[in-house]
């Protein structure tokens, strides 16, 4: 059981997918940037690759993706092409050096484009790069998956898909603008188990309008009798000021920071129960999954792709607001599409924002990681240590967390808290978080 410690969870903090996170990112970098990055990768480099698809038949209100609706064919199709273009412009300055263990498509919806659209992508990619024995994954949106779209992820070797369920209440759906009958769900399950995908994830959420506990439940009830490999359950980020989407939900609804806690709990008290690990604070995967073992064996991280067995150092992200991540440094390409367009159209890199890491940043992001990854972390390398621990010390007096020696270790009751336990390493936090979530 979880206890709640209000006091501990009252600031609104990041989900730390990289440090510094993406709020930090500053323009003076550049397309120079990137190629330099790009030139400083070495022969033999593991890297991965994400492709952005920023287009989605409907558009949930609740989402913070960068994503437009995909209403307009010539829109698509010239997008594509830019996209096509880039994937030149990257494997070309890359010249045949690093090897793509990853390729993963994300959004938007993937399925927003035509089934022969994603195929020709899949296609251009692992002919430009090397990508002997590549895992490729793909976001699906289950409204209009299609036996056409199984067929093509059979055909490309896809091996794992990630489904935005979100929930099964009807009620709720239609609170957060996706409604999807449970029929969908499961078509689209059986049409993925029947082209061979040998992973499906399920993201699922809480803290969304009009959810309790009752209604989650039955939630997790229903996914379980699918059987999915991994979920994902995240707590619904209400900021509207910066989303401006999500003012189409109705805030007065949204579950209280209490409610939040034991709807968070009770998921991971039913996951845990039906025989999944808890991974980290928000995933779940059976205990053969490879998710599972990184987390047994030590080798888990969290980057742009959330808790990932993924060892690559080097993330190249492709398409309108895509990051990448290298060791020195984070890099966002043009969020506009149209400015997207413009540079990739001229041969250049589309990069508009990100900033270089210094040693400091990466000594932080490290630990940060390993507190969120791994339930601890060697702070012996940090100046100003005494600060630090005085930091550190209201969640040491709840016992969630101990020291032996230099390291920091989190107890299991820590989970919800590892979020604003890792914040106290950041030294980008200030009083000001409003762009950020609850912290559970």
Request: one cysteine or more; aromatic letters at 8%; hydrophobic letters at 45%.
């Amino acid at each position: 059981m979880w206890t709640y410690h209000p006091d501990l969870l009252a600031r609104a903090v990041p989900r730390y997918t990289s440090y510094p996170t993406a709020a930090e990112f500053g323009d003076a970098v550049s397309g120079d940037d990137m190629a330099r990055a790009l030139d400083l990768v070495g022969l033999e480099a593991p890297i991965s690759l994400y492709l952005h698809i920023p287009y989605c038949r409907e558009i949930c209100w609740y989402c913070g993706c960068n994503t437009g609706a995909a209403n307009r064919m010539t829109r698509l199709t010239a997008y594509l092409e830019r996209l096509h273009e880039e994937i030149d412009l990257v494997a070309d300055r890359l010249g045949g050096r690093g090897r793509v263990g990853r390729i993963a498509f994300g959004g938007g919806s993937p399925n927003a484009i035509a089934p022969t659209a994603f195929a020709k992508l899949v296609e251009h990619v692992v002919t430009r790069f090397r990508c002997a024995d590549s895992v490729l994954s793909v976001e699906i949106d289950p409204r209009g998956f299609d036996s056409a779209w199984a067929r093509v992820l059979r055909d490309t070797g896809t091996s794992r898909v990630s489904l935005g369920v979100q929930t099964f209440d009807a009620e709720i759906q239609a609170a957060i603008g996706r409604v999807q009958p449970e029929s969908d769900i499961r078509r689209t399950v059986a049409l993925l188990r029947e082209a061979g995908v040998d992973l499906v994830n399920f993201d699922l959420m809480y803290g969304l309008p009009g959810q309790d506990e009752t209604s989650l439940a039955a939630t997790l009830g229903t996914a379980l009798t699918m059987a999915p490999d991994r979920f994902s359950v995240f707590g619904y980020a209400h900021v509207p000021a910066v989303i401006p989407r999500q003012k189409r939900i109705d805030a007065s609804a949204l579950p209280d920071a209490e409610a939040r806690f034991g709807q968070a709990e009770l998921a991971h008290g039913v996951l845990r129960g039906a025989g999944y690990r808890a991974i980290g604070f928000d995933h779940f995967a059976l205990p053969g999954d490879a998710l599972a073992r990184a987390a047994a064996n030590g080798s888990l991280r969290r980057n742009f792709q959330g808790f990932t067995e993924d060892p690559a150092e080097t993330l190249i992200g492709l398409g309108a607001s895509a990051i990448s991540a290298f060791p020195d440094r984070l890099l966002q390409n043009e969020k506009n599409t149209g400015r997207y367009h413009l540079a990739v159209g001229a041969g250049r890199f589309a990069t508009a924002r990100g900033l270089h890491r210094s040693g400091e940043d990466r000594l932080r992001g490290r630990a940060i990681e390993a507190i969120l990854a791994m339930g601890g972390a060697d702070l012996s390398g940090f100046a100003h240590a005494p600060a630090l621990r005085e930091r550190l010390r209201p969640f040491e007096a709840r016992q969630l967390v101990s020291w032996q020696g230099d390291r920091l270790v989190l107890a299991e009751a820590a989970r919800p808290y590892a979020r604003a336990i890792a914040a106290t390493l950041d030294a980008y936090r200030g009083a000001g978080s409003a762009q950020f979530s609850n912290a559970v």
